[in-house]
């Protein structure tokens, strides 16, 4: 893969991650990162909008006038959003029944319009669907480690309601951390949501700035004369 793809995915999933770098799409990211299940299922059906719009907006971007772009583009993802929702009540219908009004409201999200503003109508389609699934992904990824670590505090359970998803068969996968466990019910209400997101961003800041001084170390040349004290 070319790094221009490579560039893409990296960030997509990390440098430029809608949730953490962003700060896009916060409603539905607090909102219903209460469970793992909860996460993934809103996080796949924001990446399928995502990438779905994103590669339609590609394709009819120069047929589209400056003036009326905007209103096609919420109209693309609208229609998509409609076709996800139908989708999840006919496949997933009590997952779509937990996640309720935040499936119709992923047309509101920013990241989605963003995305189809900033990259999808300027760029091939190749790399506009590349971009939708990475962006996706990324958005999904941060939505699923909050859920996680939410559940897990706060209920001490972790892929409780994995059946919802995964049919029957999943429901013996939830891991408990005991029926002694009292749970912290800080962490599964709204409060818990944004001091969880905002470990988040303080785990990857300082990740990125790790990262930096060690690309700065290693940039240095060896033998270079040290700096007078």
């Not at 109209?75 to 935040?102: C, D, K, P, Q, R």
């Not at 047309?107 to 109508?121: D, K, P």
């Not at 969880?196 to 940039?219: F, H, P, Q, S």
Request: charged share 15%; proline share 4%.
């Amino acid at each position: 893969m070319s790094d221009g793809y490579g560039k893409i995915i990296r960030d997509g999933l990390w440098t430029n991650n809608q949730a953490l770098v962003a700060l896009l799409g916060l409603c539905p990211l607090l909102a219903v990162s209460n469970s793992f299940v909860n996460a993934l299922g809103l996080g796949l059906a924001t990446t399928a909008v995502l990438t779905l719009s994103n590669g339609t907006v590609s394709l009819i971007r120069n047929l589209v006038r400056p003036e009326i772009r905007l209103p096609v583009f919420v109209l693309v993802i609208a229609s998509f959003v409609t076709a996800v929702e139908l989708s999840m009540n006919a496949f997933f219908h009590e997952l779509y029944n937990i996640l309720g009004i935040f499936i119709p409201l992923i047309v509101t999200n920013c990241a989605i319009i963003g995305r189809a503003e900033a990259y999808a109508s300027r760029n091939p389609l190749r790399r506009s669907l590349l971009d939708g699934v990475s962006i996706g992904l990324g958005f999904t990824l941060a939505l699923v480690t909050l859920g996680a670590s939410r559940e897990l505090i706060g209920q001490g359970t972790l892929f409780a309601g994995a059946q919802l998803m995964f049919g029957e068969a999943a429901r013996g996968w939830t891991l408990s951390l005991g029926e002694d466990y009292p749970g912290v019910l800080l962490a599964i209400l709204p409060p818990g949501a944004f001091i969880g997101l905002g470990m988040m961003i303080a785990v990857k800041n300082l990740i990125d700035k790790g990262l930096a001084r060690r690309r700065n170390v290693e940039t240095v040349p060896q033998g270079a004369a040290e700096p007078a004290a």
